[in-house]
């Protein structure tokens, strides 16, 4: 069963940069897309953008100027840092994956989310 | 970038009820590349039901998505207690893929 697992800090100061990692287990991350879905708190899901196993990426147009993704197959992980953080990037931040490896925007593994929140 | 809207906001029902709820969306969805998702307080969205109406893996048959172009509707046939919850519905016919405000389907 794949598991997914975000991991990094709760609490980033304004104008610094929010870096996560999502773990992944019970499967390979070679041959899927890799998602960042984020859910203000009280809100609804904004989609983040994607990465592949071999690195190409698709960002959010509203977020692009300060997403980088990257993955490490080796520690079958993959990465999301956003840089410039405001108090609107105060979010639970989701990782994700599709369930078939041709698919990047249907998702059926999530990680169970981490919380975090920009402020001074 | 599409815009989908939820209606309603939020659903007051019993259980065994039929639930009806509803996704516009601001211009046709591609190839009614529409999906969606349940979501219990604290924890991650689940995966219900992509392309409009196939359900996803081990989704009950009491969930049913049906719609094309602008408009598309998940019914759930006879509400059961752990059905209460927040439904998100998904496009992504084109990037950015976006998401609707969600409808809360609340214990009447």
């Known amino acids: 069963q794949v598991q997914l697992q975000e991991s990094g800090p709760g609490l980033v100061k304004p104008s610094e940069t929010l870096s996560l990692t999502c773990s992944v287990s019970?499967?390979?991350?070679?041959?899927?897309?890799w998602i960042w879905i984020r859910q203000p708190p009280g809100k609804g899901l904004e989609w983040i953008g994607y990465?592949?196993?071999?690195?190409?990426?698709n960002y959010n147009p509203s977020l692009k100027s300060r997403v980088t993704m990257s993955v490490d197959t080796s520690k079958n992980q993959f990465s999301l840092k956003l840089s410039s953080v405001t108090a609107a990037d105060t979010a639970v931040y989701y990782c994700?994956?599709?369930?078939?490896?041709?698919?990047?925007?249907?998702?059926?593994?999530w990680g169970q989310g981490t919380l975090v929140t920009v402020s001074s | 970038e599409i815009v989908l809207t939820q209606s309603p906001g939020t659903l007051s029902l019993s259980p065994g009820e039929r639930a009806t709820l509803s996704c516009g969306a601001s211009?046709?969805?591609?190839?009614?590349?529409l999906a969606w998702y349940q979501q219990k307080p604290g924890q991650a969205p689940r995966l219900l039901i992509y392309g409009a109406s196939s359900r996803a893996t081990g989704i009950p048959d009491r969930f049913s998505g049906s719609g094309s172009g602008t408009d598309f509707t998940l019914t759930i046939s006879r509400l059961e207690p752990e059905d209460f919850a927040v439904y998100h519905c998904?496009?992504?016919?084109?990037?950015?893929?976006?998401f609707g405000g969600g409808t809360k389907v609340e214990i009447k």
């Open positions: 211009q046709s969805v591609s190839s009614n590349y």
């Open positions: 994700a994956r599709p369930f078939n490896y041709y698919d990047s925007s249907v998702y059926y593994y």
């Open positions: 990465i592949s196993y071999s690195g190409n990426t």
């Open positions: 998904q496009q992504y016919g084109s990037s950015p893929l976006t």
């Open positions: 019970g499967g390979s991350i070679s041959n899927y897309y």
